[in-house]
């Protein structure tokens, strides 16, 4: 393995801790009513996508995922929740610790945004795509 592989990884705890951060500071401040809405998604870190993931078609650099219906559709037996890709989201952010904090925070509103039943053309109106 070589030295800029290692490197990243050794990263992997602080990206999570920031992401998290970042989640957590934004759920908290939403407007109460979606607030309530957002504390009942489960947000997941991964590093990037699954191999089965992209094997069904993710692109292997997407930021982020919705999985499930969202509120506006009936009941699904699989909860759903939001998955974001800390390594392609660093990517993203060109390796820059301010710029990754704005990119968790875009994908989770998008992502956000598909669980409150916006499609990507709403999510485009509010530059979150």
Not at 73 to 98: M, Q, R, T, V, Y
Request: charged share 30%.
């Amino acid at each position: 393995m070589n030295h800029s592989v290692r490197s990243v990884r050794a990263l992997r705890p602080r990206l999570e801790q920031v992401a998290r951060e970042e989640v957590e500071r934004l759920t908290y401040s939403l407007p109460h009513h979606l607030h309530q809405k957002c504390r009942r998604v489960p947000v997941i870190l991964e590093w990037r996508p699954s191999p089965e993931l992209v094997q069904e078609g993710l692109a292997p650099d997407t930021l982020g995922l919705f999985v499930g219906q969202d509120l506006l559709e009936s009941e699904d037996p699989l909860p759903p929740h939001i998955l974001l890709f800390l390594a392609n989201l660093w990517d993203e952010a060109g390796k820059s610790l301010s710029r990754f904090r704005q990119e968790v925070r875009k994908t989770f509103l998008h992502e956000l945004g598909h669980y409150l039943g916006l499609n990507e053309d709403d999510l485009a109106q509010r530059d979150l795509d």
